[in-house]
């Protein structure tokens, strides 16, 4: 048998657009001929997958897989909406946070575990859908919430389908309380986090570079006013204040009842309960943040074609 050596692995990789591994499979099932192994690939729809792979996938979909105790988010981008509701692609991103659950959030080590029901790895099942489904997919992130009693409680706004949608949320609650008494506290708290989207925790998590950019900005602000610095240091102090009301969990108003804070919410549920509750962390995902769309000038797209 021919010996594949990563030379050769590169070259077709370059050659046919397909991943590293498929392209180490394709050598070793065609004995090391760089000409079959194109061919083969081409047979698998492996050639064409790899090239799908440059394109911007900045759609998809977050799930959900939790338990009493511990909850994972993961995240799976494809090209287009229109995908992330075929059964294939949101089996594929159930089985994902299934696989992220079990290894941890490390998108390297979920890519090389065994796919569930398959002695393949998710890489290889990856590049698979992207084949057969016809468009670029990625798997992005994982983050993983975990307590050692209590609960950890999953809320996924606008589900697609079952634990899956474009912003999910994991809150956890450390407590001796019952489940009867944190499970729809979680839940509300999860809610108010979907839509509120806060930056922190607590004021001691948030970024000190985010508080000193905001305040740099505020002192700005206020300097056009033209008022004395004396006066313009106090006008930072409460606009600070308002700032941190605005992106801190704990300082946040509940969305729910438009008045209470956060952490006065849990406060009141810990007193009710006769037990004490902490919620010691929480991971909102949203489809696609961060990631810069390319915008397509159709129009422009057409002219050129018609002008070639």
Same mark, same amino acid.
Request: include cysteine.
């Given at each position: ?146 307590? /050692? ?59 000190? /570079?985010?508080? /000193? ?75 696609? /943040? ?19």
């Amino acid at each position: 048998m021919a010996q594949i050596t990563a030379a050769l692995v590169k070259e077709l990789r370059e050659k046919s657009g397909a991943g590293m591994m498929d392209c180490k499979k394709a050598l070793a099932e065609n004995d090391g001929n760089l000409e079959a192994a194109v061919d083969w690939l081409r047979a698998k729809g492996l050639a064409s997958a790899g090239k799908k792979q440059s394109r911007v996938a900045a759609e998809g979909l977050v799930a959900a897989k939790s338990s009493t105790l511990k909850g994972t988010l993961a995240e799976v981008n494809s090209e287009t909406d229109f995908v992330a509701r075929n059964e294939q692609f949101q089996k594929f991103v159930a089985d994902i946070a299934a696989v992220a659950f079990e290894t941890g959030d490390d998108v390297e080590k979920i890519a090389a575990a065994t796919y569930p029901g398959s002695s393949k790895t998710v890489s290889e099942t990856l590049t698979d859908n992207i084949a057969t489904i016809g468009e670029n997919m990625n798997i992005r992130r994982a983050s993983t919430v975990e307590v /050692e009693s209590g609960l950890v409680a999953s809320y996924v706004h606008g589900a697609v389908a079952d634990g899956m949608g474009k912003i999910a949320v994991l809150v956890g609650l450390k407590s001796d309380a019952g489940e009867d008494v944190l499970a729809p506290l979680g839940k509300q708290l999860a809610m108010h986090i979907a839509a509120a989207n806060p930056a922190s925790l607590s004021e001691d998590d948030l970024d000190p /570079e985010m508080i /000193e950019r905001e305040k740099q900005v505020q002192m700005d602000k206020a300097r056009e006013s033209g008022k004395p610095e004396a006066i313009i240091e106090k006008m930072i102090v409460g606009r600070m204040r308002k700032y941190l009301e605005e992106v801190v969990l704990l300082h946040q108003t509940f969305v729910i009842d438009g008045e209470t804070k956060i952490s006065k919410v849990i406060e009141n549920a810990a007193k009710d309960a006769g037990a004490a509750i902490e919620l010691v962390k929480f991971v909102r995902m949203e489809v696609g /943040e961060g990631i810069e769309k390319k915008e397509e000038d159709f129009a422009a797209e057409v002219a050129a074609v018609a002008g070639s």
